[in-house]
């Protein structure tokens, strides 16, 4: 147990049973068949599909070594413009393949689940540091590693059918793949909100907080394909203005928590969970605001170690047995002390290989 501790707690410091193929093609589309990376593209852009729809398109580790070499390829070749990713069936992304991840530590396979942590993070890295334009299509569930691999890029397309969140909480996890850069540059406090509670936005509520950078019916994505297909340019105002072209003006409606955002701002503008935790519940009390013990019993389905960022136990009861029933330890937050929260913040050691990324080279873009 304490080796596993040990583990999981150097995962969070250094932030197979699936085949992976793909191939890139001259001709104008591929067939998806059981390629879990598939490719489409013609003489001046490529298409990346995510082809795990019984699986929601979770991310593993041949998966993204497969995106990684595909995206360098295409950087390094002068007749690609821009680079597309979507996904398959109803999910862009639902994140790492947690339940994979779960089965190695069980087995003992420690460097197998490091090695999925070192190849998503320096994908991510690569994304966010990318010389063409890139676009994601955001059609469908979007969570976790999801947005890790799509956020950072050019252009995010939300629609209708969009569902983002980052509910590492709630599963032992913290957010990672980035979250924790995005999610500060959001609007007041909702990026604490959205990181404590796991709980979901929709396209409309990306696109107004900036997570996407537009938002379309989903109906319109073959038209949007069909368009984006037709461009010989390496230039992100034309891509821009072709997104544009087919995209919708909206509003958050009346239960958003955007609409809320002066409460959220007044509950989670805290430095400990704590405090979030009393602020809600005296607003709870004096209000009885539905929102706000809703809120509040979502903080209490959340690990209590998660919420002060970490990780332990919560994979087995909410994604392998699904029995909903986590036993967090610490099981309260008054038990989690603050030196077991710094251990995640601790430099690696020196046997531990760290991401090795190359930011001489490739400086990520603000």
């Known amino acids: 147990m304490q080796r596993a501790r040990s583990l999981l707690t150097s995962l969070n410091r250094i932030t197979h049973t699936y085949r992976c193929r793909s191939r890139t093609l001259s001709s104008s589309s591929s067939s998806l068949n059981d390629e879990v990376v598939a490719v489409e593209g013609n003489a001046h852009s490529r298409m990346a599909i995510l082809n795990r729809p019984s699986a929601l398109n979770a991310l593993n580790t041949s998966m993204v070594a497969t995106l990684t070499k595909l995206y360098r390829s295409w950087e390094d070749n002068p007749d690609v413009g821009f680079v597309t990713i979507k996904g398959s069936g109803r999910a862009f992304a639902a994140g790492g393949d947690i339940v994979a991840v779960y089965h190695l530590i069980n087995r003992g396979n420690f460097e197998g689940c490091k090695e999925f ?34 956020i950072p890029g050019t252009f995010r397309l939300a629609t209708d059918k969009t569902i983002f969140a980052t509910p590492e ?15 500060s540059h959001l609007p007041g406090h909702l990026g604490e909100y959205l990181a404590l509670t796991g709980e979901k936005l929709n396209g409309v509520e990306m696109v107004t907080c900036g997570l996407a950078t537009h938002y379309s019916l989903s109906a319109r994505l073959p038209l949007i394909e069909e368009q984006l297909g037709k461009l010989v340019t ?27 955002i002066e409460i959220v701002d007044k509950c989670f503008c805290h430095d400990t969970v ?11 009390s ?16 959340a690990s209590p170690l998660s919420l002060k960022v970490s990780l332990r136990s919560g994979i087995r009861a909410r994604v392998v047995d699904k029995d909903f029933a986590p036993k967090w330890d610490p099981p309260t937050l008054e038990k989690v002390s603050q030196d077991m929260v710094d251990q995640y913040f601790l430099p690696l050691s020196e046997s531990e290989p760290g ?6 080279v490739r400086e990520a873009f603000l």
């Open 274 to 284: 704590e405090e979030i935790v009393d602020s809600l519940e005296r607003v709870a």
């Open 286 to 301: 004096e209000t009885n605001d539905a929102w706000c013990i809703s809120t509040l019993n979502r903080l209490k389905e």
């Open 169 to 183: 909480v709630l599963i032992g996890f913290h957010p990672d793949a980035g979250a924790s850069f995005y999610l």
């Open 117 to 150: 942590f070192r190849t998503i993070y320096r994908f991510i890295y690569i994304i966010g540091t990318y010389m063409k334009p890139h676009i994601a299509l955001l059609n469908g569930i979007t969570m976790g590693g999801g947005a890790g691999i799509s």
């Open 355 to 360: 991401l090795g990324l190359p930011t001489k």
């Open 234 to 260: 390496d230039d992100p105002s034309v891509i821009e203005t072709t997104l544009e072209q087919y995209g919708d003006l909206v509003h958050p409606d009346s239960r958003s928590v955007l609409q809320r």
